[in-house]
């Protein structure tokens, strides 16, 4: 098992930028693949973007390309979600999750362990 816990959420205004952080402990930290998703209220939890075991592929939802950025350490059991350009629209909890295959790495099923989340707002 791994426990996820989430850090870095907070109020910040349109234009802003909050790094997220998720410690991982557990098992080996390098053996999962990460993502981060993010439920509005109101709405589904989304993907938003993942991150493979070594770092060295990424990937995002279309709505955040050129502005998050998913980054992990594993010497530190951490994966990161840079933030920038944030919208009111991006107003969520985000959510960190960890997983074990590099395939459908958008859907919620493929991540067996989710941590609590950290709530975002962007005040407009």
């Known amino acids: 098992q791994v426990q996820l816990d989430e850090s870095g959420g907070g109020l910040v205004q349109a234009g802003g930028s909050l790094r997220l952080s998720c410690a991982a402990s557990?098992?080996?930290?390098?053996?999962?693949?990460m993502g981060w998703f993010r439920q509005a209220p109101g709405k589904e939890r989304e993907f938003v973007a993942a991150i493979s075991w070594s770092g060295g592929s990424t990937r995002y939802a279309d709505f955040v390309k050129g502005r998050f950025t998913i980054s992990r350490d594993n010497a530190k059991d951490a994966v990161h979600l840079q933030m920038n350009k944030l919208k009111p629209e991006d107003t969520a909890v985000y959510y960190c999750?960890?997983?074990?295959?590099?395939?459908?790495?958008?859907?919620?099923?493929?991540?067996?362990?989710w941590g609590q989340g950290t709530q975002v707002t962007v005040s407009s």
């Open positions: 999750a960890a997983g074990r295959h590099w395939v459908d790495q958008t859907r919620i099923g493929r991540y067996g362990y």
């Open positions: 557990g098992r080996t930290f390098s053996s999962y693949v």
